[in-house]
């Protein structure tokens, strides 16, 4: 069974496919289930909800961070740049723009936010057998604990799927982790491109992500990136 990967309470509590969001008071912050802890990661987002931290995101420009399209909500903030989610640079959003059909949200920040690196997106899905590398911080096992550092993990691409809206996706099954609740709106990575946003998984092994090169045009048409 596949879940949007933002909250596991909601998720083991309720067993429902209801998009859900991490809340900070409850202990869900966005980490992969095995991988390793990342050292830096300049072109990191975690978005926040009224203060809470909710999902995980990269940022693309001073004034652009890309997200899952059920994180989103009032009150959005970032906070970006470091590999510890509570020592990046916060900003607020002024608004956000989905993707009509797919997985996939755009933040406009209200303060640009200068990194020495943003994240690079691909124009082209990564080959079938390819292996791709997940980030996120969120839960490090099934049921916890949580980190404050963003780990990473490699995952093999099995097949072209369908996001929780039924956008293209990336389906990958676990090397070294898997992504679980908290991990919605990361990216998984290939050969340093950014080629999906995560949006389900099953917290053992499979996950989906939704394809960065289905939405590049949207992307390039709505941020100008």
């Given amino acids: 069974m596949r879940f949007p990967v933002a909250l596991i ?46 999902c995980s995101g990269t940022i693309l420009s001073p004034q652009w961070v890309l997200t899952a399209k059920h994180c989103v909500g009032a009150s959005l903030s970032v906070r970006v740049g470091n590999a510890y989610r509570a020592q990046g640079t916060p900003s607020s959003v002024t608004r956000y723009v989905n993707h009509p059909q797919a997985d996939v949200s755009l933040l406009q920040l209200g303060t640009p936010v200068q990194t020495s690196q943003y994240s690079r997106l691909a124009d082209a899905n990564p080959p079938i057998g390819s292996t791709n590398q997940l980030y996120g911080w969120g839960y490090t096992s099934r049921n916890g604990p949580v980190s404050p550092q963003l780990k990473t993990a490699d995952v093999r691409l099995t097949s072209i799927c369908r996001d929780y809206y039924g956008g293209q996706a990336l389906c990958t099954s676990r090397i070294t982790g898997n992504a679980w609740s908290g991990d919605s709106g990361g990216p998984q990575v290939h050969n340093g491109l950014q080629v999906g946003v995560a949006s389900t998984a099953d917290g053992t092994s499979t996950q989906q992500y939704s394809s960065v090169p289905a939405v590049r045009a949207w992307i390039r048409s709505t941020s100008g990136v």
């Fill in 9 to 54: 309470c909601a998720l083991l509590c309720a067993l429902t496919a209801t998009p859900a969001h991490a809340a900070e008071e409850s202990g869900a912050q966005p980490l992969i289930i095995g991988g390793s802890p990342v050292s830096s990661a300049p072109w990191a987002a975690a978005v926040y909800r009224s203060g809470s931290f909710t």
